[in-house]
């Protein structure tokens, strides 16, 4: 087995020491991503590049997969003068490229929600989810003031209703004291503004600001499938650098690899063809492919993933 | 000068596998050699082939395997074979490992050693990434995008380094190259070899000679 030293001098050993470090303990794929030096401790970041193939009906595009800082080597100055250092273990570390992944990939899909809000909102399916939310800002037109539990009654899964009066609080579009339910001036503002249709708005206001707490906190499964299907066809057409031709049953490949479940064909076919009434994705001859504007967006947000 | 049981390289590179991920080239590299080893030298193998591919392809996130976790556990399955599982390199611009100097320097004669020797496996090594370059793949090359291939055979005399690629089926699919290159000028292998993110590492199985048969 290859030994390395125990100890360095300075920084600039140390920044050559670090790529074999990650080689020998990370694999392959890990590069030196970030320096952080203060003197007594410098840190150094590892992140992860790995090739990939990304495959359409037409082409086989080279590129390659980036995640900076994902761990950090971490040397000491120590009583002798010199620097010792640690790492994480090859489990901690698979444990934070895991998290990392995910984080990029919640960023991406928070940014297509940001670039498509106003199309994705259009869709039936979606527009239902966000119903009980609608019915109560849409009872404020006719009134000052909601009975919180005739709020409650009106559904039966009272928890869940209960989950979006409190989430609507929480985004400052109602208030709630003792029994009753006011509408605070952000939402009469939405209700009163003459421009645009009220509901897509307040939608699209809600998606854009608290994607993450509509996932988790409101469960939102009307919405789910459409956003990870646009992202199934974004993200490699970002990694590709253009926009990919692809048939059904590669896109639920791509789906695959991103997700990690297989969506239903028939189903997905259906999806597509709902995102691509509203232009988030386009059918042309049987086969998928999508929007100019929204990829030069998707791929901006990834640069800068990869590069930070 | 190839092993004897062999004529020709392309009798060698039958029994390889290509990669089946763009992300897995030192394990694929690995389980070729080790295999061909154990087979052309008829080696008693208890463990048997599929549990050494879930060794080494027992997946981290995206491919990764590091070196010390593989080797490792490739040793625990090599367990009383007298095989074992061996790495070096060689870096001026790193820094030396204590006391073993000389031990970790390795050369183009080493590897011709390690090639034509019976009792070694064909030796694998990493390149840097502008290997793909040569391949007519600019978007791989990038300099600390290791590659791994293994080295088939090497003639200082004429020049010329014969070696496998697991990566060729992805190659073939996207390059603008024609003619996919097999051959290499030793230099400019060695300037491939020195820049890997660990320059000059190559690894390849051993037989302790030392058994009873030689006496």
Known sequence: ?308 | MLKSKYESVEQIIRSFKYQYSVDTCLQTCIENILLEFLEREKIPFKTNKKEIHRTLFKKGPYGQIALREYSSKLTDLLKGTQVRSIERYHSPSLIQAPGSIIDNSFHLEGLGRVCSDRNCSFPYVTVSGRWFDMMGLSSWSDPVNNHTVIILDLNLDEDRIEFFDPAEIFIKRSSKVDVIPKIINPDRFVSFWDEAKLPRLTGWFERKSDTLDRW
């Open chain 1, 1 to 308: 087995m290859i030994t390395l030293p125990r100890s360095v001098s300075n920084a600039e050993e140390a920044i050559r020491l670090a790529p074999a470090i990650g080689f020998m303990e990370y694999g392959q794929g890990s590069y030196l991503s970030n320096i952080d030096d203060t003197g007594d401790e410098i840190k150094l970041f590892l992140g992860i590049k790995y090739p990939l193939l990304i495959e359409d009906e037409e082409r086989s595009i080279p590129s390659m997969r980036i995640i900076p800082d994902v761990t950090s080597i971490n040397f000491k100055r120590n009583d002798t003068g010199r620097f010792g250092y640690d790492f994480d273990q090859y489990s901690v570390f698979k444990e934070k490229l895991i998290q990392k992944d995910y984080l990029f990939l919640q960023t991406l899909e928070r940014e297509l929600i940001r670039n498509t809000y106003e199309s994705l909102s259009k869709i039936p399916s979606v527009a239902n989810t966000l119903t009980p939310l609608m019915e109560i800002s849409n009872s404020f037109r006719f009134q000052e003031k909601l009975d919180k539990n005739k709020v409650l009654k009106s559904r039966k899964n009272q928890r869940q209703m209960h989950n979006y009066i409190r989430f609507m609080v929480r985004n400052d579009l109602i208030s709630v004291s003792e029994n009753d339910i006011h509408p605070t001036g952000k939402l009469l503002g939405f209700i009163d503004s003459k421009d645009g249709n009220f509901s897509i708005r307040l939608m699209g206001d809600l998606l854009m600001r608290n994607y993450s707490e509509l996932m988790t906190f409101l469960h939102l499964s009307g919405l789910k499938p459409y956003l990870t299907i646009a992202n199934s066809y974004y993200t490699p057409s970002s990694e590709a650098g253009s926009l990919l031709r692809v048939g059904i049953e590669r896109l639920r490949d791509y789906y695959k690899r991103l997700y990690r479940t297989s969506p239903i064909l028939m189903k997905l076919r259906n999806q597509v063809s709902m995102l691509s009434e509203v232009e988030v994705l386009r059918i042309e001859n049987r086969s998928i492919t999508g929007i100019e504007e929204i990829l030069s967006r998707q791929m901006g947000v990834l640069e800068t993933m990869q590069s930070s």
